[in-house]
């Protein structure tokens, strides 16, 4: 596709995950490329225009964001915000007439998600959320092993995904702008883990939230351990944690297994299984086949794979475990 006919995106919030990993990878995308930025810090407005090449007519504050309805260089908005304000966010750029993808998780709730897919759908939008993995060979491969039931039925699966989390000033600890601890930040992945892998919903989950750290975390949970029963009577065991690292997918299907480790990193998958290695040649962005894939279901009006029902169904999920760990009770779905 010529420069000219991609489809151009501006990147909302200009922190860890726009710099290190969406900013790189859309120099490689074949379909669309970074056209634009909204940010509240004039500095790094000032040095993305530098390096990027960004024309001062695209570049925005959270303040003059609606303007950006007049500037037909930008096609989609990404909203790489913290998660609370994923929900104005995606609604603030279906009203200027963008499609949008939207960072994990989707929102805060199944009522936010909801209102998101409402507004989008009824602005003429696509709403993308943005799960890279969907778009992952190892983790397309897993998905077909189980789904297809190549070694035989998975009947028990593990997925966990932490980190160690010292600094106790950063949003994600703060429960009105994460919206919860670490099974919001990193909940998504695990969850996914297992009902991608098995290709069903649970009907039932129980969880127990742990504290260890009382001087850094004090009204959110630093550790989510849940359970998900899926109705074909498989059950997986997950940890969300940010006392230590994990990162994690096993299935297996009685003797025979598969599993990837590292698994939700976007630094990479390594795959593993009862009858050989699993390993794929991947680029060195996940996020190129994402955002190139997202490109693509616009130019067509297909669909996205990684839709805002999808970002749904984790809050769903997510809200459901919540309130198992907050009652000790098994809670359906
Ligand atoms: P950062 O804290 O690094 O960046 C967030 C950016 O948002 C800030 O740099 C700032 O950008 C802007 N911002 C606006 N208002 C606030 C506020 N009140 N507090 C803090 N920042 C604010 O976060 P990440 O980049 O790590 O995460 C952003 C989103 O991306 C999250 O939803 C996260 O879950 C998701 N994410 C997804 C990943 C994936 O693999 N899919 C990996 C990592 C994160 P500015 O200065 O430009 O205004």
Not at 109 to 118: P, R
Request: glycine fraction near 8%; charged fraction near 25%; include cysteine.
């Amino acid at each position: 596709v010529p420069p000219a006919r991609k489809l151009g995106v501006a990147l909302v919030g200009l922190g860890n995950y726009s710099t290190r990993q969406l900013a790189p990878a859309l120099q490689e995308t074949e379909l669309c490329r970074l056209a634009g930025i909204v940010t509240g810090t004039p500095a790094k407005a000032e040095a993305w225009k530098e390096k990027y090449n960004i024309p001062e007519k695209s570049i925005y504050s959270y303040e003059n964001f609606e303007q950006i309805k007049y500037n037909p260089d930008i096609d989609i908005v990404y909203v790489v915000l913290p998660n609370s304000m994923h929900v104005e966010y995606t609604i603030r750029a279906a009203l200027a007439g963008k499609h949008v993808i939207c960072e994990k998780p989707m929102a805060l709730n199944v009522a936010e998600c909801k209102e998101m897919i409402a507004t989008c759908r009824e602005a003429g939008v696509k709403l993308s959320v943005g799960y890279r993995l969907y778009f992952e060979p190892h983790h397309q491969e897993v998905r077909r092993l189980g789904t297809e039931k190549i070694y035989g039925a998975v009947k028990m699966m593990e997925t966990s995904l932490g980190f160690s989390m010292a600094d106790p000033t950063v949003w994600r600890l703060n429960p009105k702008l994460g919206g919860g601890g670490a099974i919001m930040d990193l909940g998504v992945y695990a969850i996914q883990g297992a009902r991608r892998v098995i290709g069903e919903l649970p009907v039932a989950v129980t969880a127990q939230g742990y504290i260890r750290d009382k001087t850094i975390f004090k009204d959110i949970y630093e550790t989510m351990l849940f359970q998900m029963e899926f109705p074909g009577g498989a059950i997986s065991n997950s940890t969300t944690t940010y006392t230590s690292y994990v990162d994690r997918l096993y299935a297996t299907t009685g003797y025979r297994w598969f599993g990837l480790q590292p698994a939700f990193n976007a630094t990479g998958a390594t795959g593993d299984s009862s009858e050989g290695k699993i390993e794929f040649k991947t680029p060195a962005y996940q996020q190129i086949r994402q955002m190139d894939a997202f490109a693509k279901s616009i130019m067509d009006n297909t669909e996205p794979l990684a839709s805002g029902e999808e970002g749904m169904k984790d809050l769903r999920i997510i809200e459901a475990i919540k309130q198992a760990a907050d009652t000790g009770k098994r809670v359906e779905i």
